[in-house]
């Protein structure tokens, strides 16, 4: 099994488009020079994984970024009195997202309007599009609603149909790492490799 999984890893790197990732890449470059705002959604390991990257492109690479998920009173005060379905378009609003932001989806399916699966972020794109907000995702399967609405979109390749969630979270975060570490978006190092640095 470990040499399996191992195996899968290295097959979705050697499919990966290169072009889509350059894209997003250059989009986020384009982004940070104009000062907009990096507004990164997910929900389940994805939203963990939005987390995560705000903390890193606004540490290492100096742009102003958030989480909507991450203001726990707001998202669950939402769900509460507003419903699920909402809670990200909403916050967006009250942020004035517009056309120097840019909205990013972390997700494995993409959505599915029809099916009702991840219905926040499809609400959140459509706004980002009556906004003229540049819409970016990296997904899995088929892409769903983000691959087909999205400006850019980095599509994770299934190697394997019964382990689409771990390898498309998985590679949501080496993506990420990949742009603020060694790209043209980063301003200063981590820690560590500052102390690797010095020696």
């Known amino acids: ?93 009250i942020s004035k997202l517009n056309e120097n932001d840019l909205l990013l989806i972390f997700s494995v399916g993409g959505g599915d309007e029809k099916r009702k699966i991840s219905v926040n972020l499809i609400e959140a794109i459509k706004y980002a599009k009556k906004t003229r907000t540049k819409v970016a995702g990296v997904v899995g399967r088929d892409g769903g609603y983000v691959k087909k609405k999205a400006d850019i979109c980095i599509l994770i390749p299934t190697v394997n149909e019964y382990l689409i969630t771990p390898f498309v979270e998985s590679f949501q975060s080496i993506l990420w790492h990949l742009m603020v570490f060694k790209s043209d978006l980063n301003i200063k190092n981590g820690k560590w490799e500052e102390i690797a640095l010095k020696k």
């Open 1 to 93: 099994m470990i040499r399996k999984y191992l195996a899968f890893l290295k097959e979705i790197i050697d499919k990966l488009d290169r072009e889509s990732v350059g894209a997003l890449i250059e989009e986020l470059v384009r982004l940070q020079k104009r000062k907009g705002r990096l507004f990164i959604l997910g929900v389940g390991g994805s939203a963990a994984n939005a987390s995560h990257a705000v903390n890193d492109f606004r540490k290492l690479c100096g742009i102003e970024a958030y989480c909507p998920s991450d203001n726990v009173a707001e998202l669950t005060a939402r769900t509460n009195d507003e419903g699920w379905e909402s809670v990200f378009r909403e916050w967006l609003k």
